[in-house]
């Protein structure tokens, strides 16, 4: 079931990046692909409304909407045998370490925005 989590993440991850191309659309569609179909329309029902399918727990509470997540819910994502819906606002519920993989290239983007400017100032 974690494996599940993880690629919706994966998925949010480049649906909500600033990137766009030929290899983004791959990735799209073999996430999709691997991703049941029930889950994955209640995933996309959620990014149509403009919000994120998949919330991380922080704390105890929902990453998202910041309402508490039952000890029940969070036990059952930490023994990865079922997927858990925030009560409130209806998104899938994560645990933070699944998220690490995905951060490195999201701090790589942050890193080359900020030495654009850098860039601007030393060429001025
Ligand atoms: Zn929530």
Redesign the pocket.
Known sequence: MKHIIENLLKLQTIQFGAAAGAETEKQTAALRALIPAPILAHHDRLVARGKKGV?VIKGQT??????Q?PKNAVLTLMHGTDIQI??????Y?CLPEHVAPAQPPVKAKKTKSKAKPAALLQTA
Request: glycine share 20%; hydrophobic share 25%; charged share 15%.
């Open positions: 919330a929902c990453g998202e909407c910041h309402v997540v925030c009560g409130n606002c209806g998104r519920l």
